[in-house]
């Protein structure tokens, strides 16, 4: 393989890791919380799909009255995508807290099983919601955004949207990263991730705390989806699946519970992935990221950026 090769896969294992990584925040901060795994969470990476393509649809369909402005400038396609990326998330946000006081939050004092099973439940419904109620074949992602080569360098190229892709992942990092450790609300989810209880009788509404977790994982799983639908260029009922286990694997590999862990085990597992896609074949990449976990396990069981806790008894 040669050096511009390796440059090109290093820059789409990029690319890829920062929606992994945007997926795994969503795992890392209802875990962080709950001690839970959303294995939903992947049907929130999908329905995010979904709702932003629905969007684009309306808003550039000819039919819609201000379709022209929104196809006709760079400004105009700005404005579409900021509003597409904004309803993808808040809808879906808004599904992860209806989820979770219909499906979690009657089983939060039950046996840590049942939360569980109820996860795997309401992922298999809406995967299948989707299947029924919208189409069970690819829907194409309408390609307005601008794709361009922006870089140049080594023989390798870097686009727009690879760049819009990471540096949005960045920035929702910093964001988040800044909400959880400087406000007032940051400071009550580390609270009730800390002690539930002993956070509760100093006066946090822990309701108000884990409905919030809930519409931020969700919303961020969102953003990635619909980045998923733009790259890959087709949204389909089952894409979810793979991209959600691969994102639980990223935040392991991270530290499940730290969101820098999370992005770090993101970008590391797009990277990985890139890697063996080109060194060996595609048909190996899934097997590579999954041997690096059993690794990562087996000798830190705590993740990369994570504590091994010892549980008292």
Do not use: C
């Amino acid at each position: 393989m040669t050096a511009d090769v390796i440059i090109q896969q290093l820059v789409n294992g990029v690319t890829l890791g920062g929606m992994y990584a945007l997926i795994a925040l969503g795992y890392t901060l209802v875990y962080g919380i709950l001690l839970m795994i959303n294995f939903a969470h992947s049907e929130m990476f999908m329905g995010g799909a979904y709702v932003g393509l629905g969007m684009l649809l309306l808003l550039t369909s000819k039919s819609f009255p201000a379709h022209a402005f929104f196809t006709g400038s760079a400004f105009g396609i700005l404005v579409l995508y900021v509003i597409v990326f904004a309803v993808a998330a808040i809808a879906i946000g808004i599904l992860g807290m209806v989820i979770e006081r219909v499906a979690y939050r009657p089983l939060r004092h039950a046996p840590r099983l049942a939360p569980l099973i109820s996860a795997i439940g309401v992922s298999i419904f809406l995967q299948n919601a989707a299947l029924l109620w919208i189409d069970s074949k690819a829907i194409p992602f309408p390609r307005v955004f601008p794709v361009t080569p922006l870089v140049t360098f080594a023989g390798a190229s870097v686009n727009s949207l690879q760049i819009l892709i990471v540096a949005t992942s960045l920035i929702l990092l910093f964001v988040l990263d800044t909400f959880i450790s400087r406000t007032r609300v940051g400071k009550a989810m580390r609270a009730t991730s800390q002690d539930r209880e002993a956070a509760g009788l100093m006066g946090i509404d822990i309701n108000y705390v884990i409905s919030l977790a809930f519409f931020i994982g969700p919303a961020l799983g969102a953003v990635a989806g619909v980045f998923h639908g733009m790259y890959y260029g087709a949204v389909v009922f089952s894409m979810g699946f793979i991209p959600g286990i691969k994102s639980f694997t990223a935040a392991v590999l991270g530290g499940i519970g730290n969101l820098r862990g999370a992005m770090l085990g993101g970008f590391l597992l797009g990277i990985v992935e890139s890697l063996a896609a080109g060194f060996l074949s595609t048909g190996y990449k899934d097997v590579v990221a999954f041997i690096i976990l059993i690794l990562v396990l087996i000798f830190r069981p705590g993740g990369l950026l994570g504590e091994s806790v010892v549980e008292k008894v």
